[in-house]
Structures are given as structure tokens and as C-alpha cells.
């Protein structure tokens, strides 16, 4: 991996120095195509020069509402080469939800797979900002009728800009993207990563997988998160390697992509592993050609190696701070850890007094980078959510653990009031606000419960009715299912005559986590509903 300079630490440097040297060699591969370095290039020089047609400048905003496809990463590099940040935006957003990321991250653009256009249209006479619409059309679909009154332009367009790296001016210190991680008390919040950041994301990752130009990564995660960008693109390009790219993560398919792609790392989040295991094993589980896993977390670990024949790897980190723990290669990890304190970031575990606890005590986990620009420069538009965080010039992430006599770390719980499932984080604010915008409801409480056979988060609501309201289960899931992600809709949910509070009237949410799954729990898989995705 070459090591640059901290003013060349941006795409447009990055990608044409490697482009230059190798262009021929392919970059990314997805089952419909391939593209080199060099294409790489020139492709996302014109969508650069696209963007800057239509009137984006250095430190504006362009959300992305895409599916994992090659236009994704065109746009993404193309708009960074612009100076522009990305926003892109997970693809089960609609309604509320969508609006506010689009509204507060103040974008100008929008760039949207016309699959999409319905979410779009829903709320057009609400968005605020958004001057252009750029429409993708998948290759071999139609092109679809639009009914917007937002001025749409058509992404094939893009394809005839030139092909000259645009002189944009580019900082290493500019934001070069905007990831919406979920509210715990109170909104998603807009991350905002520099292009110092990303490049040291990248960096992090290459040295702590070992990545090599040989490799082939391998992800089924989509492009809207940061693990799919900053654990498998980036890193892969700094190590001049091939990423392989999957539209999404296929439990059936899985193996038969890492055969087809013949990858030789993969990166699995939250459930992918477990599930991945609890597959029958068969005679054929070695025959991959996988030598490393990235697994967060990573179960049973030392039979998940031996039955796949491959090395596995863990770490803990956050969109805010980078992968600050990492199990090191030529270590033998204990069951249970999640890694070790790496090279240029400071880890600690403190009090609530933000004093340092000493080994085998819980506490919370407090990070920062030794580099400039090296963790995130501030939540968008939240000063105070960003003081918040950065008390006593340490981030605090929030989530408890402890240390052992050797350095090793292990994860406790979250200390904040967050959901995880399925490998999304889930704001239980933001369910709430759904749930109580039905005319029956009188409050709710959103908590998470274990799902006993893949030991993630589920979420429950616990419901208080309006007086003399009726409502059922089912009525309430269908209320929830076209005003929420499919992953926010609640598969627990229990009716109440009140809510456990304090004194000062604030819900007393630890009370209805330890009580759990009660015998008045309706369940909406045991229901046989499914949501709709």
C-alpha cells in the first residue's frame, strides 16, 4: 500500500495515480459487468463533470438513493472528485424518515433509481432544497413516466460529459460524505467524513486485514453504509485490489457468489455470520476460496475457522470513529473479545466522571485518532449533539466494556437507548414518532428484546391506547409498514394501561427491557405477517 501525503489523501489523486500505473487491472466486479482502474477513472470524471453541470460546487450536497450497482460508485467517486458530499441513504427509507435526511442534510441534488420515484413524488411538495432529480433506469428496464414538478434530468445523460478531471479544488479537510447513523433520544444524525477520514479508514483497514494487491473482497453490504465503502471499497483500492459487489446479502446465494467471484476475503455484519453457520454443514463448507473473514461480531469463531477452512477477524468501531479495535492476524483471540487498541488511535474506559477504569471494570468506551481530520469532523447541523459527544476531547461512543490484563477488549451492552437488527441500527425516537402519529395511540415505548435464535435485537412497542380506542396488532403493523423501513417495524408488541415512569414523567425504559417477552406479547411472526420490504 502506498502511503500519501495528508494534501493527496482524496479520490481524485488517489484513484488516477493508481489508474495511471494500472489501468488495465479490473477494480469492481457485479454479475451484470466489470470495470478496470482506468474506466473507473474516466467514468467517474464525467458524472464529476455531470454534477458540476448542474450546479453543484465544492462543500455542497448530493443525496444518493441507489441500489448496489456500478452508477452507485460513479456517482459516489464522481461527486467527491466535484467536492461535493455524498449523502446516500439507505433504500428502505420512506416517508418521515426520508424527508428529514433529505431536509437536513440541506442537499441540492438528488440522485434516485427510478424504482424509487414513488417515495419521491410522495413527499416532492415537502423536501426543501432539492433543485434537480437525477433518474437512473437500471439497464434493460424502461424508462419510466415521470410526474414530478421537480426538474428531473436523466443519469444517461451523464455518460457524454468529458472525461478531464475537473478542477475542483479539493481539500483532504472538505467533508467528502454525510452517513446518517440512527438517533438514540432524538434523530438520525448526519456523520460528516472528511476525505482525511475515509482515506484513513482505508488505510486502518489494509494494514489490519493484510490486504494485498492479489485479493479479492468480497461484499454483499450495501453501498449507503459505511462498512461496504470504508471496509471493502476503499481499503481495496489503497491495496490496489478487486472488489466483487453483490445488490444485497443472499443466505442461498452466498457461497455460490464467493465461488463465482472467487473472493479471498469477505466482510460480514451482525447476523451474516450467524447465519452463515447455522446452515447444515456440508462436505463441500472448505471448498471456497476465502483465506480471511471479517466478521462483527464474530461467533463461535474457532468452529466457524475450522469448518470454512478460513481465518477470522473482528473488530469494534463506529461511522463516527473508525475500526479503533482490532483482533490482531498473529494472535490467538479469546472467546469473546472484540479486539485490541491499533496503531494511531487512542482507546480508553472510563466513568461517568470520564476517569479511566482499571482492567476487569465496565465502562464506556472513549476514542480518538492521533491524526489530523482522523475520526468524524461533527454531526451536520447538531453543534450541540457534537459537543455532546466530544466531552473532554475524547468521543464517547456510548457503549460499555471492559479490558482484560493483555489489552483485549470485550463489548458489554450499548449504553444508549438504540436498537440493532439485522445489522441496521434502528432509533427507537423515530419508531416512536410513527407509531404515536396513529389516531388510537395515546404513547409508546420502543425497546429492543434478544431474538433467541440469532441473539440480535427485536423490537418491541409497548402501547398505551387513547381512551376508549380500539386498535388491534395487525392494525397497528399495517399502519406502521408504508410509514417506516421494514427493519423499524416492530415484531413485538404489547398493549398496556400505562407505561412504568420517574417522577418527572420521563418512561422508565429499563423496567420494560428487563421485563422482556411477557406472556401478554403478541408476536407478528408467530402471526405469519410479513412485511413487505
Known amino acids: ?45 464525467r458524472f464529476a463533470n455531470a454534477f458540476r453541470n448542474l450546479g453543484l460546487k465544492r462543500h455542497d450536497k448530493a443525496c444518493l438513493l441507489l441500489d448496489n450497482n456500478l452508477e452507485h460508485m460513479y456517482c459516489w467517486f464522481g461527486l467527491w472528485k466535484a467536492g461535493v458530499a455524498d449523502v446516500p441513504i439507505n433504500t428502505a427509507y420512506k416517508g418521515q424518515i426520508l424527508q428529514y435526511v433529505i431536509d437536513n442534510s440541506e442537499a441540492r441534488v438528488l440522485v434516485v433509481d427510478q424504482n424509487y420515484l414513488g417515495r419521491i413524488q410522495f413527499l416532492e411538495d415537502e423536501i426543501k432544497n432539492i433543485e434537480k432529480v437525477v433518474v437512473y433506469t437500471p439497464k434493460g428496464a424502461k424508462k419510466p413516466d415521470i410526474d414530478l414538478k421537480l426538474d428531473c434530468v436523466d443519469m444517461d445523460e451523464f455518460a457524454s460529459f468529458p472525461a478531464d478531471s475537473p478542477d475542483a479544488n479539493v481539500h483532504f479537510s472538505d467533508p467528502a460524505t454525510i452517513l ?21 479508514w482505508g488505510e486502518n483497514v489494509v494494514e489490519n486485514l493484510g490486504l494485498v494487491s492479489s485479493d479479492i473482497d468480497y461484499t454483499c453490504l450495501p453501498l449507503f453504509h459505511a462498512n461496504a465503502r470504508l471496509m471493502t471499497v476503499y481499503p481495496s483500492m489503497l491495496a490496489e485490489a478487486q472488489v466483487a459487489v453483490s445488490p444485497r ?3 442461498s446465494r452466498f457461497w455460490d457468489d464467493i465461488r463465482f467471484f472467487k473472493a479471498t476475503v469477505f466482510n460480514g455484519l451482525g447476523a451474516i455470520g450467524p447465519l452463515l ?16 473473514a471479517f466478521l462483527v461480531p464474530a461467533p463461535d469463531y474457532k468452529e466457524y475457522e475450522k469448518r470454512f477452512g478460513l481465518k477470522v477477524i473482528t473488530a469494534y468501531g463506529m461511522t463516527e470513529c473508525n475500526l479503533p479495535l482490532f483482533s490482531p492476524l498473529d494472535e490467538k483471540m479469546p472467546d469473546g473479545a472484540c479486539g485490541k487498541p491499533v496503531k494511531g488511535f487512542q482507546v480508553r474506559i472510563v466513568d461517568e466522571y470520564d476517569d479511566e477504569v482499571p482492567p476487569g471494570q465496565v465502562g464506556e468506551v472513549v476514542v480518538r485518532n492521533d491524526q489530523p481530520y482522523g475520526i468524524l469532523s461533527g454531526y451536520y447541523n447538531m453543534p450541540e449533539k457534537t459537543l455532546e459527544a466530544y466531552r473532554n476531547l475524547w468521543f464517547h461512543t456510548g457503549d460499555a466494556m471492559y479490558r482484560d490484563e493483555n489489552g483485549w477488549h470485550y463489548f458489554v451492552d450499548r449504553i444508549k437507548d438504540a436498537l440493532r437488527r439485522r445489522g441496521e441500527n434502528i432509533s427507537s425516537f423515530e419508531v416512536e414518532s410513527v ?14 428484546v434478544k431474538d433467541p435464535v440469532l441473539t440480535e435485537d427485536e423490537v418491541k412497542a409497548c402501547i398505551v391506547l387513547q381512551p376508549g380506542a380500539s386498535l388491534t396488532e395487525e392494525e397497528l403493523i399495517r399502519f406502521c409498514e408504508p410509514r417506516m423501513p421494514y427493519f423499524h417495524v416492530p415484531r413485538y408488541i404489547e398493549f398496556m394501561d400505562e407505561l412504568p415512569k420517574t417522577p418527572t414523567d420521563k418512561i422508565r425504559k429499563h423496567v420494560l427491557r428487563e421485563a422482556g417477552l411477557t406472556p401478554q406479547t403478541w408476536d407478528r411472526e408467530e402471526a405469519g405477517i410479513t412485511i413487505k420490504r
Not at 440 to 446: I, N, P
Open 435 to 448: 407509531i404515536n402519529s396513529h389516531p388510537a395511540v395515546l404513547e409508546s415505548a420502543v425497546i429492543a
Open 249 to 251: 446479502f443472499s443466505l
Open 277 to 292: 453457520f447455522s446452515v447444515p454443514p456440508k462436505p463441500d463448507d472448505t471448498d471456497n476460496p476465502v483465506r480471511l
Open 180 to 200: 446518517y447513523t440512527s438517533g438514540t433520544t432524538g434523530p438520525s444524525k448526519g456523520v460528516m467524513m472528511s476525505h482525511a477520514n475515509c482515506h484513513i
Open 1 to 45: 500500500m502506498i502511503r500519501y501525503a495528508k494534501s493527496d489523501r482524496i479520490v481524485s489523486v488517489v484513484l488516477r495515480d493508481i489508474a495511471d500505473r494500472i489501468p488495465d487491472k479490473i477494480f469492481v466486479r457485479t454479475r451484470e459487468g466489470q470495470v478496470t482502474y482506468s474506466e473507473m477513472e474516466v467514468m467517474s470524471n
